[in-house]
């Protein structure tokens, strides 16, 4: 995209606000893990918003004509472009409304948030979709949810969309991704170790920086609040071994910018965020090699061993290995005295290896870097 199309999309983009242009329309689900994200950042800007349920008179529309992924959230701005994606969204509006922001101008904060926000975005998906279809009273709650929210006017009874939902959720999604009997426990262990790291950090603070939201709560947050704090099985475990997360999901679901001008965040990166960096560095770094290595051989599924877990036929994903090109990315944009403290910060906490592990595999996700306007870019 060349610099005169960009200055013409702010300049579009700051005239549709000064003239009081409609809200823009967020194409999701009340249940879903993304859209919830991405509702709870737009609120903290006070972007206004709609949030219509994706059912499907809406996505026979958005699928084909606008975005060309079957995903959600899809978001329709006021002047017709679509956008999806909620990272590329939120650095969208980040670059359109800088303030109140939420990637820290501290540039080692902002690289941190932004391993954290992808680590929390893509590591947590496993186990929220796990207590959400693998748990009976959890897959049949929510399969009810969505045939009621997005499916009213398929003529089919109600009872054989809640079967086909249920059974396209835990093939795909849990089965399909790995969990099984024998990786089970690993699964229900990378949330409720989360949940632990984060009840320590929430305990003393009310963000996970210090007095205002960053880009690592929204990460977190896109799990915590529509799956675990929501469904029936994790949101028992949070209320009673997590209480100050379960408060921060409301907090930060009713968070403002405009109530939080003077916060302040904690300096550097605080030490009980080592937890999570750890988990990234002997977990969810060493996925991510292996994804990538699967992508570069074209195996559709691959093995891998995580903490002693085997899991087996996972699904290789095209979006996983543009993730981990994305943080080689940002650490790179680092500057020199920054770039050192990052280095010094992923060695501390087994990162470093695995970030830089396995070269000349490309994703070819987005080569242009159109995104959030790239169309047909699948995440799943």
Known sequence: M???????????????????????RVYGSHISYFTGKLEAYLR?????????????????RVVPRATGVAQMPAVELPDGRWMTDTTPIVAWFE???PEPRVIPADPLQAFASRLVEDYADEWMWRPAMHYRWSHRADAMLLSDRIVS?????????????????????????????????????????????????????????????????????????????????????????????????YAWVARL???????????????????????????????????LCANAEAWGRRRRRFDVTIQGADYKRVMTSRYRVWCL?????????????????????????????????LQGVQSGH???????????????
């Open 95 to 97: 670059a359109e409304r």
């Open 149 to 245: 929210e997005l499916l009213p006017d398929v003529p089919v009874p109600s009872g054989l969309k809640r079967w086909a939902i249920r059974r396209r959720q835990f093939g795909g999604y849990v089965r399909g991704d790995g969990v099984t009997p024998a990786t089970r426990a690993h699964v229900e262990g990378i949330y409720l170790r989360t949940l632990a790291s984060l009840e320590v950090m929430l305990a003393t603070r009310p963000f996970l920086l210090g007095d205002a939201p960053t880009l690592a709560d929204f990460g977190f947050f896109a799990s915590m609040f529509r799956h675990f704090g929501l469904d029936p099985t994790p949101s028992a475990i949070m209320r009673e071994r997590a209480p100050n997360v």
């Open 44 to 60: 903290y800007k006070e972007i206004p918003y709609e949030r219509v349920a994706m059912s499907t008179r809406y996505w026979n």
């Open 2 to 24: 060349s610099r005169r199309t960009v200055v013409a999309l702010r300049a579009r983009g700051r005239l549709c606000r000064r003239s009081g242009a409609a809200p823009l």
């Open 366 to 380: 987005d080569p242009e870097r159109r995104a959030p306007f790239a169309r047909g870019l699948k995440v799943f």
């Open 325 to 357: 090109e994305e943080l080689r990315r940002h650490f790179e944009a680092l500057p020199s005295t920054a770039r050192d403290a990052a280095r010094a910060l992923l060695e501390r906490h087994g990162c470093w290896e695995p970030l830089w592990r």
């Open 253 to 287: 679901w009713n968070a403002r910018g405009s109530r939080l001008r003077n916060a302040r965040l904690l300096a550097g990166v605080p030490a009980d965020w080592g937890p999570v960096l750890d988990d990234a560095g002997a977990a969810y770094l060493p996925y």
